[in-house]
């Protein structure tokens, strides 16, 4: 069964990915933490490319969200949770990051109601803090 970030693995060259992954921050900084997670990552070292990748997620690198919510959906690093890799790819999604478009899906496809319900309402809820913060 291959892994929620498999066809993302095989994209365009690292160089060229990681230089285009976002538009925010420090982008060095950004590649460069991106780039260790997927060397853990590559490596079998989960724990490692989660802790690598949240700090960038939570700043709202879209990649990172990407990353996370995949490892959360295979329970790579961390224990399985639904609720959680829908969160962190929807908040891809709504970056514009396109790989998280198939990933949602599959994801949506394996929850229940209630778990979709309350995913929903986490992400709303998200994202209404982020509005009143402006």
């Not at 802790?51 to 700043?59: G, Q, S, V, Y």
């Not at 961390?78 to 899906?105: C, F, I, K, T």
């Not at 319900?117 to 509005?131: D, I």
Request: aromatic share 8%; hydrophobic share 35%; glycine share 10%.
């Amino acid at each position: 069964d291959a892994s929620s970030l498999e066809g993302d693995r095989e994209s365009p060259p690292a160089e060229e990915t990681l230089a285009s992954a976002d538009n925010t921050g420090d982008d060095a900084e950004i590649a460069s933490g991106l780039e260790r997670g997927l060397i853990a990552y590559k490596a079998g070292r989960y724990e490692e490319a989660f802790a690598t990748w949240m700090p960038l997620a939570k700043d709202g690198i879209r990649r990172a969200q990407f990353y996370v919510g995949g490892l959360y959906h295979d329970g790579q690093g961390v224990a399985p949770d639904r609720l959680e890799a829908h969160y962190w790819v929807s908040l891809a999604r709504q970056s514009g990051y396109p790989p998280s478009e198939e990933l949602l899906e599959k994801i949506t496809a394996e929850m229940s109601d209630s778990e979709l319900q309350e995913a929903q309402a986490r992400l709303l809820a998200s994202t209404e803090g982020k509005l009143g913060e402006n």
